[in-house]
């Protein structure tokens, strides 16, 4: 597939959009990292995120997770596409946790652009690319209802 992953012009403008406006409601008062993600819903609907820090460190939720939740709990539960904004150069992708959350949800083929805090500076890797030989839903499902043989 190419570069855009079927994505129009338009959506790929407004993915950037989203997911770099996301960044200014991250509450991150002890990295300073912020991030901020957008979410292309199946059904073109757009749910956004950004990053919670805790005082206790683990408490902390990824950006990418909060869109998620966010998605899962209003009934959107595919995606054509994922943008994730950082401020720093080159794009950071999401983090291991955040990788396996987002294969909850998708199929390794889902295209997530990662965009830096240059304009116009975005990496792109399928789901797939980001964590090989992933381990899904479809791999605790019983035998005739889509698990691995």
């Known amino acids: ?5 079927g994505l129009t012009l338009e959506e790929l403008q407004e ?8 960044k200014d ?7 300073n990292f912020r991030v901020g993600c957008a ?4 059904d073109g609907s757009w749910v956004i995120g950004a990053n919670v820090e805790n005082a206790s460190y683990p408490v902390t939720i990824c950006a990418e997770r909060t869109a998620l939740v966010k998605a899962i709990t209003e009934g959107k539960k595919k995606f054509r596409a994922i943008g994730v904004s950082t401020d720093i150069s080159p794009p950071a992708s999401p983090c291991g946790m955040c990788r396996q959350f987002i294969r909850e949800f998708s199929d390794n083929s889902v295209p997530i652009f990662m965009y830096g805090k240059e304009e116009g500076e975005c990496v792109v890797r399928t789901l797939g690319e980001l964590l090989p030989m992933s381990f899904g839903p479809e ?7 889509g698990a691995r043989k």
């Open 39 to 42: 979410l292309l819903c199946d």
């Open 15 to 22: 993915l950037s959009k989203r997911a770099t406006a996301a």
């Open 1 to 5: 597939m190419s570069k855009t992953h």
């Open 25 to 31: 409601v991250s509450y991150c008062p002890y990295s």
């Open 139 to 145: 791999d605790l499902l019983p035998p005739g209802r």
